[in-house]
Nanobody
Framework: QVRLAESGGGLVQPGGSLKLSCVSS????????WGWFRQAPGKDREAVSC????????YYTPDVKGRFTISRDNAKNTLYLQMNNLEPEDTAVYYC?????WGQGTQVTVSS
C-alpha cells in the first residue's frame, strides 16, 4: 500500500522545539521533491517547506525561515522538519506530500 505517515507532533511551549518525520511506504520518492504543509483552524492549507531531490535545494515560507529546517534521508525514505523557536502561530496540522500523495497529518500545538 502506498502511503505517507507523519509523526512527531505534540504540545510544546512557545520557544520550544519539535522534529517531525514523514515515512513513505510502498514507494520511494527518491527522485521527487518532498514537502511539508500545514493547515491552521479556519485557514487554508499552506506550504511550509520543500526540498528538491536532485540537488537538495530547499524552500521555506518566510514565516518559518531561520527557525525550521527540512531534510531528507533517501535511504530511509524519510522526510524531516526540525522546528525551533516555535510560536503560537505555528499551531496547525502538519502534512507531508510527495508525488501527489498526502499523509494523514500530525497535530502541532504551541501554547503556554
Amino acid at each position: 500500500q502506498v502511503r505517507l505517515a507523519e509523526s512527531g507532533g505534540g504540545l510544546v511551549q512557545p520557544g520550544g522545539s519539535l522534529k517531525l518525520s514523514c515515512v513513505s511506504s510502498g514507494f520511494a520518492p527518491n527522485g521527487y521533491a518532498w514537502g511539508w504543509f500545514r493547515q491552521a483552524p479556519g485557514k487554508d492549507r499552506e506550504a511550509v517547506s520543500c526540498i528538491n531531490s536532485r540537488d537538495g535545494v530547499t524552500y521555506y515560507t518566510p514565516d518559518v525561515k531561520g527557525r525550521f529546517t527540512i531534510s531528507r534521508d533517501n535511504a530511509k525514505n524519510t522526510l524531516y522538519l526540525q522546528m525551533n523557536n516555535l510560536e503560537p502561530e505555528d499551531t496547525a496540522v502538519y502534512y507531508c506530500k510527495t508525488m501527489g500523495i498526502w499523509g494523514q497529518g500530525t497535530q502541532v500545538t504551541v501554547s503556554s
